[in-house]
T-cell receptor, first 114, second 111 residues
Framework: DAGVIQSPRHEVTEMGQEVTLRCKPISGHNSLFWYRQTMMRGLELLIYFNNNVPIDDSGMPEDRFSAKMPNASFSTLKIQPSEPRDSAVYFC????????????FGPGTRLTVT | EDQVTQSPEALRLQEGESSSLNCSYTVSGLRGLFWYRQDPGKGPEFLFTLYSAGEEKEKERLKATLTKKESFLHITAPKPEDSATYLCAVQASGSARQLTFGSGTQLTVLP
């Protein structure tokens, strides 16, 4: 299995621009998670989906952030408009949605907003 | 609120010098405790899941143990390739899927 796939791996954009991050979960996994990692706050859960349905988006920092999962093999995280404080590494993870509960992470997208 | 505290923040060992990393947790009912390894520029790599106090799991030079309040990751005779940040996370029985992560222990093993 190829594991969780994320694109792009690196994104540099200017403040105010729209940014879209993409994720393909492991085949057969029905739960998908978006995390953000910074030095100050560590790994934070932004939102997770179960069977393509958003279950908890309480970690989404503000309305500039939105996430979709149109099918079982694809999800996007969008930031519009982007701000310098959004600079971080964004990870996507997936799991079976049941036992075992461990989540498998993608390689991440390093976002820099100037 | 679920909380995870890892110590020490950073640890430097000589190759072959065994040690332990600590993960203390507060959770309203533990569904699972997870250990991950993260290398620079990469995503966290799953190592172990522990479900109940007294449980132990091993993988090569790593051994994870669990009590009702904390977990230890024991590293026996480490090698330089064991250098990484080790993350601990908990999943509460009341939460459907969320993991709460600690801030990690950055391990450096010197040759």
């Amino acid at each position: 299995d190829a594991g969780v796939i994320q694109s792009p791996r690196h994104e540099v954009t200017e403040m105010g621009q729209e940014v879209t991050l993409r994720c393909k979960p492991i085949s057969g996994h029905n739960s998908l998670f978006w995390y953000r990692q910074t030095m100050m706050r560590g790994l934070e859960l932004l939102i997770y989906f179960n069977n393509n349905v958003p279950i908890d988006d309480s970690g989404m920092p503000e309305d500039r952030f939105s996430a979709k999962m149109p099918n079982a093999s694809f999800s996007t995280l969008k930031i519009q408009p982007s701000e310098p404080r959004d600079s971080a590494v964004y990870f996507c993870a997936s799991n079976l949605g049941g036992v075992p509960y461990e989540q498998y992470f993608g390689p991440g997208t390093r976002l820099t907003v100037t | 609120e679920d909380q995870v505290t890892q110590s020490p923040e950073a640890l430097r060992l000589q190759e072959g010098e065994s040690s332990s990393l600590n993960c203390s947790y507060t959770v309203s009912g533990l569904r699972g405790l997870f250990w991950y390894r993260q290398d620079p520029g990469k995503g966290p790599e799953f190592l172990f899941t522990l479900y109940s106090a007294g449980e132990e799991k091993e993988k090569e030079r790593l051994k994870a143990t669990l009590t009702k309040k904390e977990s230890f990751l024991h590293i026996t005779a480490p090698k330089p390739e064991d250098s990484a940040t080790y993350l601990c996370a908990v999943q509460a029985s009341g939460s459907a899927r969320q993991l709460t992560f600690g801030s990690g222990t950055q391990l450096t093993v010197l040759p």
